[in-house]
T-cell receptor
């Protein structure tokens, strides 16, 4: 069974631009969560989607948004990028809303 | 706000040594997961513990969930260079399926 896939793996943007990251969950998994990982803050929860609806949201500004499609694939968007948005963005999927989550390899975003 | 504190933050040992990593909180969790992450990759699930006092073994790795479900430990016996990585604990609570992560323990096992 294929794991969680994320595209692109690496991304370089400049301040003020916007970016869209994509996540394909494990086949059959319906819940997708997004996390931001930085050396200083560790892994921080962004949001969770289940059945195309946002179920949970972390403490991030409105510049961070996401959505989930009917095939459970998910995208997250960051608008008006800031230098501090440079991080590894991780997507995790789980079967229904199970507590055990399986992570993708991440997208490394660098904002210059 | 649920917080998980991991200790130690960094650990550098020689091959063959034993080690224990701790994950502590003042909050009760319904389950706790341990992950290992290698540079540039996503965390890989090692184990999920759900019952207070539960002990799970994965080859040389032993995981324990505290009786009160507020803390957990990971013990590695006879560490090998392949065990090198960032070990993360993550707790889940009740109907909120959001995981709260500790900041991790960066383990280096030297040959």
């Amino acid at each position: 069974k294929a794991g969680v896939t994320q595209t692109p793996r690496y991304l370089i943007k400049t301040r003020g631009q916007q970016v869209t990251l994509s996540c394909s969950p494990i086949s059959g998994h319906r819940s997708v969560s997004w996390y931001q990982q930085t050396p200083g803050q560790g892994l921080q929860f962004l949001f969770e989607y289940f059945s195309e609806t946002q179920r949970n949201k972390g403490n991030f500004p409105g510049r961070f948004s996401g959505r989930q499609f009917s095939n459970s694939r998910s995208e997250m968007n960051v608008s008006t990028l800031e230098l501090g948005d440079s991080a590894l963005y991780l997507c995790a999927s789980s079967l229904f809303r199970a507590e055990t989550q399986y992570f993708g390899p991440g997208t490394r975003l660098t904002v210059l | 706000t649920q917080l998980l504190e991991q200790s130690p933050q960094f650990l550098s040992i020689q091959e063959g040594e034993n080690l224990t990593v701790y994950c502590n909180s003042s909050s009760v969790f319904s389950s706790l997961q341990w992950y290992r992450q290698e540079p540039g990759e996503g965390p890989v699930l090692l184990v999920t513990v759900v019952t207070g006092g539960e002990v799970k073994k994965l080859k040389r790795l032993t995981f324990q969930f505290g009786d009160a479900r507020k803390d957990s430990s990971l013990h590695i016996t006879a560490a090998q260079p392949g065990d090198t990585g960032l070990y993360l604990c993550a707790g889940a609570g009740g109907s909120n399926y959001k995981l709260t992560f500790g900041k991790g323990t960066l383990l280096t096992v030297n040959p």
